[in-house]
């Protein structure tokens, strides 16, 4: 991915405007959410039993750095695309994706309009519904709030049948999250050569 490079300028100028100012030359919107993760079992009656469940967050800057927490894991996206797996009972940050492209710049490009089967209001966002694939084959849905290029919540099944994993956002705030949450904690061990 190309990534706009600014002169040793650009900060301090930058600085010199509101907050307002600057975010109306925002990329993506801040966003600041609560998070969490549950599995359910799927009984022959089509109940649900709740097995587990993970809470966490999920910050994103208006630069596009994101992190993702939820348990004892976490994703943090950098700004220059860099995508690292963070397991916090190891202190350890494994480079897993390097220089990708970041999530709201690649759903303008790829988003079919076809591919939305409708929407649907999820933890105050009206959300475009579409159809999630695992190996190829519908196995839930992902529900994405457009305007913020933010999947709000996601649940697919696994091949059988057995099992529901819902994972979504919640008390979802527009505002810059603190960086000092958006970085490899210090004294962890950092891998940077990304998978093959």
């Known amino acids: 991915m190309k990534s706009l490079r600014l002169s040793r300028w650009a900060p301090i100028l930058l600085l010199m405007f ?7 030359q925002s990329t993506v919107e801040p966003i600041k959410a609560k998070q969490r993760s549950l ?3 799927i009984q022959p009656d089509g109940a649900k039993i709740l097995k ?64 939305i089967l409708g929407y649907e209001i999820v933890n105050g ?10 190996n190829g084959k519908p196995a839930g849905k992902s529900y994405l709030h457009l ?28 505002a810059e999250p603190d960086p000092a949450l958006l970085r490899i904690p210090e004294g962890y061990s950092i891998d940077n050569q990304p998978e093959q």
Not at 18 to 24: E, I, M, T
Not at 73 to 80: A, G, I, M, R, W
Not at 107 to 114: A, D, G, S, T, V
Request: with cysteine; net charge negative.
């Open 125 to 134: 966002l009206n959300c475009a519904v579409q159809t999630t694939l695992l």
């Open 52 to 115: 587990s469940e993970q809470t966490g967050a999920f910050y994103r800057t208006s630069s596009g750095i994101t992190m993702n927490t939820v348990g004892f894991l976490s994703t943090f996206s950098d700004e220059q695309g860099n995508a690292y797996e963070i397991n916090h009972n190891k202190r350890t940050a494994k480079l897993v994706v390097a220089h990708q492209e970041p999530f709201h710049e690649w759903i303008k490009k790829n988003l079919r309009p076809e591919s």
């Open 147 to 174: 305007p913020y290029a933010l999947w709000v919540k996601t649940e697919h099944t696994d091949p059988d049948g057995s099992h529901l994993t819902v994972r979504e956002l919640y008390d979802i705030e527009v």
């Open 39 to 41: 599995s359910y079992e």
């Open 18 to 24: 509101s907050q307002d100012a600057s975010r109306a």
